[in-house]
Antibody
Framework: EVQLVESGGGLVQPGESLRLSCAAS????????MSWVRQAPGKGLEWVSF????????YYADSVKGRFTISRDNARNSLYLQMNGLRAEDTAVYYC????????????WGRGTTVTVSS | EIVLTQSPGTLSLSPGERATLSCRAS???????LAWYQQKPGQAPRLLIY???TRATGVPDGISGSGSGTDFTLTISRLEPEDFAVYYC??????????FGQGTRLEIK
């Protein structure tokens, strides 16, 4: 079964850091581009970051550029999001998603992990 | 950045009716890299359509996508109870390569 499982969310104070992980199974992880997408409480979807299959090309939304870092370990079938300088507006459910290059879309999603930034 | 504007914000229809959802882009979407997702409360989004008109695996043929350039449409030919949800469009391209529309809530009338 194709599956993505996020972990690492939690409650942190403004300015602190958090590292999210996404464990992939049931498919050849190293062959797929991946993204992080977030959803603030009661709001719509917001794309956060994208990484190509080999990790050479990376994009970020302007709202997180310079604070968040996406990475992957193809040997461990894992995707990561290092989040520094967290702000209240980063509070959201964070999803990892598989992005087949031919689709330019996200065909498999995890269930998400919740990040809450509050003092 | 390409901005996607979805309309209407909320669509109230009855089961059995036809639903037409719109997604308009602020500039032409590259190679029609336009996708549609369905999201139900407490669940992750589900891919319905990619490439503007290609149904994802397992999506029934009563759901279809059309359009090109800046204007795209998602059509549900005959609404079933499970179709009432929030729908998002998403494009790939431009300087900030991935953007989502703000969503259309499809509710039971």
């Amino acid at each position: 079964e194709v599956q993505l499982v996020e972990s690492g969310g939690g409650l942190v104070q403004p300015g602190e850091s958090l590292r999210l992980s996404c464990a992939a199974s049931g498919f050849t992880f190293s062959s797929y581009e991946m993204s992080w997408v977030r959803q603030a409480p009661g709001k719509g979807l917001e794309w956060v970051s994208f990484i190509t299959s080999g990790g050479r090309t990376i994009y970020y939304a302007d709202s997180v550029k310079g604070r968040f870092t996406i990475s992957r370990d193809n040997a461990r079938n894992s995707l990561y999001l290092q989040m520094n300088g967290l702000r209240a507006e980063d509070t959201a459910v964070y999803y990892c998603a598989r992005c087949p290059w031919s689709y330019r879309a996200m065909d498999v999603w995890g269930r998400g992990t919740t990040v809450t930034v509050s003092s | 950045e390409i901005v996607l504007t979805q309309s209407p914000g909320t669509l109230s229809l009855s089961p059995g009716e036809r639903a037409t959802l719109s997604c308009r882009a602020s500039q032409s979407v590259s190679s029609n890299y336009l996708a549609w997702y369905q999201q139900k409360p407490g669940q992750a989004p589900r891919l319905l359509i990619y490439g503007a008109s290609t149904r994802a695996t397992g999506v029934p043929d009563g759901i279809s996508g059309s359009g090109s350039g800046t204007d795209f449409t998602l059509t549900i030919s005959r609404l079933e109870p499970e179709d009432f949800a929030v729908y998002y469009c998403q494009q790939y391209g431009g300087s900030s390569p991935i953007t989502f529309g703000q969503g259309t809530r499809l509710e039971i009338k």
